[in-house]
Nanobody, 125 residues
Framework: QLHIVESGGGLVQPGGSLRLSCAAS????????IGWFRQAPGKEREGVSCISSSGASTNYADSVKGRFTISRDNAKNTVYLQMNSLKPKDTAVYYCAAVALGGPCVLYSGEYDYWGQGTQVTVSS
């Protein structure tokens, strides 16, 4: 059975950093594009970043460009989201999602087939 688990969330002060991990079990991520999405209370889910199956292509929401970096380690079957210079508006539940897709990835949640349960990120002093 395909399973995705996010980890690495927590409470951090503004300006701090966190690294989220997205680990897969039951399948290999090699052939899957991975996206990170987030949903704050009372708001719609939004795309944060994605990485193609090869790792050659990445995409970022304007709100996180220059602060977040997505990467993947297929040997560990894991994708990471390094989040620096965190702001209170980054507070949300962060979800990892996968889709069997070649070529560039997209930040549209409807494209993704497999989702994790999410990890809470809270940025507050």
């Amino acid at each position: 059975q395909l399973h995705i688990v996010e980890s690495g969330g927590g409470l951090v002060q503004p300006g701090g950093s966190l690294r989220l991990s997205c680990a897969a079990s039951g399948f290999t991520l090699d052939y899957y594009a991975i996206g990170w999405f987030r949903q704050a209370p009372g708001k719609e889910r939004e795309g944060v970043s994605c990485i193609s199956s090869s790792g050659a292509s990445t995409n970022y929401a304007d709100s996180v460009k220059g602060r977040f970096t997505i990467s993947r380690d297929n040997a560990k079957n894991t994708v990471y989201l390094q989040m620096n210079s965190l702001k209170p508006k980054d507070t949300a539940v962060y979800y990892c999602a996968a889709v069997a897709l070649g070529g560039p990835c997209v930040l549209y949640s409807g494209e993704y087939d497999y989702w994790g349960q999410g990890t809470q990120v809270t940025v507050s002093s």
